[in-house]
Protein backbone atom coordinates (compact mmCIF):
# COMPACT_ATOMS: atom_id res chain seq x y z
CA UNK A 1 0.00 0.00 0.00
CA UNK A 2 1.49 3.28 -1.00
CA UNK A 3 -0.64 6.03 0.76
CA UNK A 4 0.70 9.27 -1.16
CA UNK A 5 1.29 12.27 1.01
CA UNK A 6 3.27 14.11 -1.92
CA UNK A 7 0.31 13.97 -4.65
CA UNK A 8 2.82 16.47 -7.11
CA UNK A 9 5.37 13.35 -7.10
CA UNK A 10 2.85 10.94 -8.58
CA UNK A 11 3.08 9.46 -11.65
CA UNK A 12 0.71 9.97 -13.75
CA UNK A 13 -0.18 7.49 -16.71
CA UNK A 14 -0.33 8.97 -20.09
CA UNK A 15 0.07 6.01 -22.71
CA UNK A 16 -2.61 4.10 -21.28
CA UNK A 17 -6.13 5.08 -20.10
CA UNK A 18 -7.44 4.75 -16.42
CA UNK A 19 -10.38 3.36 -15.16
CA UNK A 20 -10.76 6.23 -12.63
CA UNK A 21 -9.97 8.81 -15.38
CA UNK A 22 -12.13 7.02 -18.14
CA UNK A 23 -14.87 6.21 -16.23
CA UNK A 24 -15.08 10.04 -14.29
CA UNK A 25 -15.39 11.41 -17.97
CA UNK A 26 -18.24 9.46 -18.66
CA UNK A 27 -19.89 11.30 -15.57
CA UNK A 28 -19.00 14.75 -16.38
CA UNK A 29 -15.53 14.74 -15.01
CA UNK A 30 -12.44 17.23 -15.84
CA UNK A 31 -9.58 15.16 -14.68
CA UNK A 32 -8.94 13.02 -17.59
CA UNK A 33 -6.45 13.25 -20.60
CA UNK A 34 -7.00 12.47 -24.54
CA UNK A 35 -5.61 8.50 -24.11
CA UNK A 36 -8.77 8.21 -21.76
CA UNK A 37 -11.05 10.06 -23.77
CA UNK A 38 -10.12 7.91 -26.74
CA UNK A 39 -10.04 4.62 -24.93
CA UNK A 40 -13.87 5.49 -24.71
CA UNK A 41 -14.72 6.23 -27.52
CA UNK A 42 -13.49 2.93 -29.29
CA UNK A 43 -15.54 1.14 -26.71
CA UNK A 44 -19.01 2.54 -27.24
CA UNK A 45 -18.50 1.80 -30.89
CA UNK A 46 -19.15 -1.66 -29.80
CA UNK A 47 -20.90 -1.46 -26.77
CA UNK A 48 -23.10 1.51 -27.00
CA UNK A 49 -24.68 1.42 -23.91
CA UNK A 50 -21.53 2.05 -21.91
CA UNK A 51 -21.91 5.66 -20.79
CA UNK A 52 -25.73 4.81 -19.55
CA UNK A 53 -24.39 2.25 -17.65
CA UNK A 54 -21.75 4.38 -16.26
CA UNK A 55 -24.32 7.20 -15.38
CA UNK A 56 -27.32 4.29 -14.16
CA UNK A 57 -24.14 2.70 -11.71
CA UNK A 58 -23.97 6.13 -10.01
CA UNK A 59 -27.30 6.87 -9.69
CA UNK A 60 -27.87 3.40 -7.79
CA UNK A 61 -24.67 4.79 -5.60
CA UNK A 62 -27.00 7.78 -4.04
CA UNK A 63 -29.92 5.18 -3.65
CA UNK A 64 -27.41 2.19 -1.74
CA UNK A 65 -25.52 4.65 0.03
CA UNK A 66 -28.88 6.40 1.42
CA UNK A 67 -30.34 2.75 1.70
CA UNK A 68 -27.76 2.20 3.99
CA UNK A 69 -27.63 5.09 6.42
CA UNK A 70 -31.24 5.44 6.42
CA UNK A 71 -32.81 2.17 6.37
CA UNK A 72 -30.30 0.08 7.78
CA UNK A 73 -28.31 2.16 10.41
CA UNK A 74 -25.35 2.13 8.91
CA UNK A 75 -22.74 4.63 10.11
CA UNK A 76 -19.20 3.34 8.82
CA UNK A 77 -17.94 2.65 4.82
CA UNK A 78 -15.58 1.17 3.25
CA UNK A 79 -15.31 1.84 -0.61
CA UNK A 80 -13.41 -0.18 -2.75
CA UNK A 81 -12.28 1.47 -5.96
CA UNK A 82 -14.04 4.94 -4.88
CA UNK A 83 -13.04 7.02 -7.85
CA UNK A 84 -12.70 10.20 -8.75
CA UNK A 85 -14.72 12.37 -6.48
CA UNK A 86 -17.43 13.96 -8.52
CA UNK A 87 -21.15 14.93 -7.34
CA UNK A 88 -23.11 13.15 -4.65
CA UNK A 89 -19.67 11.49 -3.06
CA UNK A 90 -20.28 8.23 -0.24
CA UNK A 91 -19.66 10.94 2.10
CA UNK A 92 -21.85 13.34 1.22
CA UNK A 93 -24.97 10.80 0.52
CA UNK A 94 -24.48 9.43 3.80
CA UNK A 95 -24.20 12.28 6.20
CA UNK A 96 -27.26 13.94 4.43
CA UNK A 97 -28.90 11.19 6.71
CA UNK A 98 -26.75 10.83 9.31
CA UNK A 99 -23.95 13.38 9.87
CA UNK A 100 -21.79 11.25 12.12
CA UNK A 101 -20.86 8.82 9.36
CA UNK A 102 -17.23 7.73 8.46
CA UNK A 103 -16.05 7.15 5.16
CA UNK A 104 -12.69 5.39 4.37
CA UNK A 105 -12.16 5.45 0.68
CA UNK A 106 -9.88 3.31 -1.18
CA UNK A 107 -8.59 3.22 -4.99
CA UNK A 108 -5.38 1.42 -6.66
CA UNK A 109 -4.91 5.06 -8.77
CA UNK A 110 -3.48 7.85 -7.04
CA UNK A 111 -4.66 10.39 -9.12
CA UNK A 112 -7.80 9.98 -7.07
CA UNK A 113 -5.55 11.07 -3.73
CA UNK A 114 -4.01 13.57 -5.15
CA UNK A 115 -7.73 15.15 -6.96
CA UNK A 116 -9.76 14.08 -4.46
CA UNK A 117 -7.77 15.04 -1.04
CA UNK A 118 -9.74 18.23 -0.50
CA UNK A 119 -13.02 17.01 -1.46
CA UNK A 120 -12.88 13.40 -0.10
CA UNK A 121 -11.15 13.48 2.75
CA UNK A 122 -12.56 17.28 3.94
CA UNK A 123 -12.37 16.04 7.85
CA UNK A 124 -11.54 13.70 10.49
CA UNK A 125 -15.02 11.51 9.30
CA UNK A 126 -13.07 10.83 6.13
CA UNK A 127 -10.39 9.30 4.43
CA UNK A 128 -8.68 8.81 0.98
CA UNK A 129 -6.24 5.55 0.89
CA UNK A 130 -4.12 4.38 -2.48
CA UNK A 131 -4.52 0.99 -2.39
CA UNK A 132 -5.36 -2.39 -4.06
CA UNK A 133 -8.69 -3.88 -3.20
CA UNK A 134 -7.23 -7.13 -3.88
CA UNK A 135 -5.22 -6.78 -0.38
CA UNK A 136 -7.74 -6.65 1.81
CA UNK A 137 -5.88 -7.49 4.84
CA UNK A 138 -3.26 -4.36 4.00
CA UNK A 139 -6.98 -1.87 4.14
CA UNK A 140 -7.30 -3.33 7.25
CA UNK A 141 -3.44 -2.60 8.94
CA UNK A 142 -4.16 1.00 7.36
CA UNK A 143 -4.07 3.30 10.56
CA UNK A 144 -6.98 5.53 8.94
CA UNK A 145 -8.78 2.29 8.60
CA UNK A 146 -8.09 1.25 12.52
CA UNK A 147 -9.49 4.98 13.85
CA UNK A 148 -12.28 5.41 11.43
CA UNK A 149 -13.87 1.98 11.48
CA UNK A 150 -15.30 -0.12 14.78
CA UNK A 151 -15.72 -3.76 13.66
CA UNK A 152 -17.98 -4.45 16.66
CA UNK A 153 -20.53 -2.31 14.89
CA UNK A 154 -21.90 -2.86 11.33
CA UNK A 155 -19.88 -1.75 8.53
CA UNK A 156 -20.73 -1.48 4.35
CA UNK A 157 -18.28 -2.29 2.01
CA UNK A 158 -19.16 -1.00 -1.20
CA UNK A 159 -17.48 -2.61 -4.74
CA UNK A 160 -19.38 -0.15 -6.68
CA UNK A 161 -18.57 -0.50 -10.50
CA UNK A 162 -15.45 -2.61 -9.50
CA UNK A 163 -16.18 -6.20 -9.65
CA UNK A 164 -15.14 -5.99 -13.77
CA UNK A 165 -11.41 -4.67 -12.46
CA UNK A 166 -11.56 -8.36 -10.19
CA UNK A 167 -10.53 -11.11 -12.10
CA UNK A 168 -10.94 -14.85 -11.98
CA UNK A 169 -7.21 -14.89 -12.91
CA UNK A 170 -5.49 -12.44 -10.00
CA UNK A 171 -3.10 -13.74 -7.94
CA UNK A 172 -3.20 -14.16 -4.16
CA UNK A 173 -6.66 -15.31 -3.30
CA UNK A 174 -8.82 -13.90 -5.92
CA UNK A 175 -12.13 -12.34 -6.74
CA UNK A 176 -13.88 -13.78 -4.03
CA UNK A 177 -11.55 -12.95 -1.00
CA UNK A 178 -11.26 -9.68 -2.45
CA UNK A 179 -14.96 -8.98 -2.18
CA UNK A 180 -15.40 -11.50 0.65
CA UNK A 181 -12.93 -11.26 3.28
CA UNK A 182 -13.75 -7.87 5.44
CA UNK A 183 -17.82 -8.82 5.54
CA UNK A 184 -17.58 -12.63 6.40
CA UNK A 185 -14.43 -12.78 8.27
CA UNK A 186 -14.68 -9.13 10.19
CA UNK A 187 -17.85 -7.51 10.22
CA UNK A 188 -21.18 -8.25 12.59
CA UNK A 189 -24.25 -9.68 11.50
CA UNK A 190 -26.49 -6.59 10.26
CA UNK A 191 -22.87 -5.53 8.07
CA UNK A 192 -23.32 -5.04 4.41
CA UNK A 193 -22.26 -5.74 0.84
CA UNK A 194 -23.02 -3.10 -1.87
CA UNK A 195 -21.74 -4.56 -5.23
CA UNK A 196 -22.23 -3.66 -9.20
CA UNK A 197 -20.45 -4.80 -11.77
CA UNK A 198 -20.58 -4.97 -15.80
CA UNK A 199 -22.16 -8.00 -17.17
CA UNK A 200 -23.23 -9.21 -20.51
CA UNK A 201 -25.36 -12.47 -20.59
CA UNK A 202 -23.81 -13.74 -23.59
CA UNK A 203 -20.64 -15.00 -22.61
CA UNK A 204 -18.83 -14.70 -26.28
CA UNK A 205 -19.76 -11.10 -26.17
CA UNK A 206 -18.23 -10.57 -22.35
CA UNK A 207 -15.17 -12.30 -23.42
CA UNK A 208 -14.49 -9.80 -26.32
CA UNK A 209 -15.77 -6.94 -23.83
CA UNK A 210 -12.83 -7.97 -21.51
CA UNK A 211 -10.76 -8.42 -24.21
CA UNK A 212 -10.84 -4.80 -25.46
CA UNK A 213 -10.33 -3.60 -22.09
CA UNK A 214 -7.56 -5.49 -21.18
CA UNK A 215 -6.00 -4.81 -24.56
CA UNK A 216 -5.90 -1.09 -23.14
CA UNK A 217 -4.17 -2.00 -19.86
CA UNK A 218 -7.21 -2.09 -17.61
CA UNK A 219 -7.99 -4.84 -15.89
CA UNK A 220 -11.05 -6.42 -17.02
CA UNK A 221 -13.54 -9.27 -16.51
CA UNK A 222 -17.31 -8.98 -17.82
CA UNK A 223 -19.09 -11.64 -15.97
CA UNK A 224 -22.28 -12.86 -16.61
CA UNK A 225 -25.23 -12.17 -13.89
CA UNK A 226 -25.09 -15.79 -12.70
CA UNK A 227 -21.22 -15.58 -12.59
CA UNK A 228 -21.79 -12.24 -10.31
CA UNK A 229 -24.15 -14.31 -7.98
CA UNK A 230 -21.85 -17.11 -7.41
CA UNK A 231 -19.09 -14.92 -5.52
CA UNK A 232 -21.76 -13.60 -3.26
CA UNK A 233 -23.92 -16.56 -2.11
CA UNK A 234 -24.56 -16.98 1.05
CA UNK A 235 -24.93 -13.24 1.79
CA UNK A 236 -28.94 -11.89 1.90
CA UNK A 237 -30.04 -9.41 -0.90
CA UNK A 238 -32.14 -6.74 0.14
CA UNK A 239 -35.11 -5.81 -1.80
CA UNK A 240 -35.03 -6.37 -5.02
CA UNK A 241 -32.02 -8.83 -5.00
CA UNK A 242 -29.43 -8.17 -7.06
CA UNK A 243 -30.90 -6.68 -10.74
CA UNK A 244 -29.98 -4.27 -13.16
CA UNK A 245 -29.18 -1.58 -11.59
CA UNK A 246 -31.52 1.17 -13.16
CA UNK A 247 -34.00 -1.34 -11.68
CA UNK A 248 -32.86 -1.06 -7.94
CA UNK A 249 -34.99 1.26 -5.88
CA UNK A 250 -35.72 3.59 -9.15
CA UNK A 251 -35.89 7.16 -7.73
CA UNK A 252 -36.79 9.85 -10.27
CA UNK A 253 -36.56 12.48 -7.53
CA UNK A 254 -32.91 11.93 -7.03
CA UNK A 255 -30.39 14.43 -7.85
CA UNK A 256 -29.26 14.77 -10.86
CA UNK A 257 -25.40 14.09 -12.35
CA UNK A 258 -23.21 15.98 -14.04
CA UNK A 259 -24.20 17.02 -17.58
CA UNK A 260 -22.54 14.25 -20.03
CA UNK A 261 -20.12 15.51 -21.95
CA UNK A 262 -20.66 16.55 -25.77
CA UNK A 263 -18.70 13.73 -27.33
CA UNK A 264 -20.72 11.32 -25.82
CA UNK A 265 -24.33 12.70 -26.75
CA UNK A 266 -24.86 10.20 -28.93
CA UNK A 267 -24.98 7.69 -26.87
CA UNK A 268 -27.44 8.80 -23.66
CA UNK A 269 -30.49 7.02 -23.83
CA UNK A 270 -29.06 3.82 -25.73
CA UNK A 271 -30.22 0.99 -23.38
CA UNK A 272 -33.57 2.07 -23.58
CA UNK A 273 -33.72 -0.16 -26.62
CA UNK A 274 -29.65 -2.07 -26.72
CA UNK A 275 -29.87 -3.92 -23.22
CA UNK A 276 -26.45 -5.83 -23.96
CA UNK A 277 -24.42 -4.30 -21.76
CA UNK A 278 -25.84 -3.74 -18.01
CA UNK A 279 -24.88 -2.89 -14.22
CA UNK A 280 -25.49 -5.53 -12.67
CA UNK A 281 -25.87 -5.39 -8.63
CA UNK A 282 -27.48 -4.81 -5.20
CA UNK A 283 -27.06 -4.44 -1.54
CA UNK A 284 -26.38 -7.46 0.42
CA UNK A 285 -27.00 -8.22 3.78
CA UNK A 286 -25.01 -10.19 6.29
CA UNK A 287 -27.52 -12.27 8.49
CA UNK A 288 -26.62 -13.66 11.78
C1 LIG B 1 -15.58 2.46 -12.77
S1 LIG B 1 -14.76 3.26 -11.44
C2 LIG B 1 -16.00 3.20 -10.17
C3 LIG B 1 -15.93 4.39 -9.22
C4 LIG B 1 -16.97 4.40 -8.09
N1 LIG B 1 -16.88 3.20 -7.28
C5 LIG B 1 -18.36 4.56 -8.61
O1 LIG B 1 -19.14 3.59 -8.52
O2 LIG B 1 -18.73 5.63 -9.09
C6 LIG B 1 -13.63 1.98 -10.92
C7 LIG B 1 -12.59 2.44 -9.91
O3 LIG B 1 -11.95 1.29 -9.34
C8 LIG B 1 -10.58 1.57 -9.19
N2 LIG B 1 -9.85 0.29 -9.13
C9 LIG B 1 -9.61 -0.58 -10.14
N3 LIG B 1 -8.93 -1.64 -9.69
C10 LIG B 1 -8.70 -1.43 -8.36
C11 LIG B 1 -8.03 -2.16 -7.35
N4 LIG B 1 -7.45 -3.34 -7.62
N5 LIG B 1 -8.00 -1.67 -6.10
C12 LIG B 1 -8.58 -0.46 -5.82
N6 LIG B 1 -9.22 0.30 -6.75
C13 LIG B 1 -9.29 -0.18 -8.01
C14 LIG B 1 -10.24 2.42 -10.39
O4 LIG B 1 -9.03 3.16 -10.19
C15 LIG B 1 -11.48 3.28 -10.51
O5 LIG B 1 -11.36 4.48 -9.78
Not at 12 to 18: A, I, M, N
Not at 216 to 244: I, K, M, N, S, Y
Request: charged residues 25%; hydrophobic residues 35%.
Amino acid sequence: MTTNDHPAEIDVPLDKPTSARAYGWMLGGKDNYEVDRNSIQTVVQEFPGCVDIARQNRQFLYRAVRYLVRDAGITQFIDMGCGLPTDNNVHQVAQQFNPETRVVYVDIDPIVLAHGRALLAKDSATTVITADMREPETILEHPDTRRLIDFSEPVAVLFLSVGHHLQDSDPGEGPRHALRHIIDDLAVPGSHLAVSQVVIDDPDRGAHMSATLNGFGVPWQTRTPAEVDALLDGLHPVEPGLVDLKDWRPDPAQPPLEPVPTALHPYVGVTKTNTEVYEYGGVLRKAA
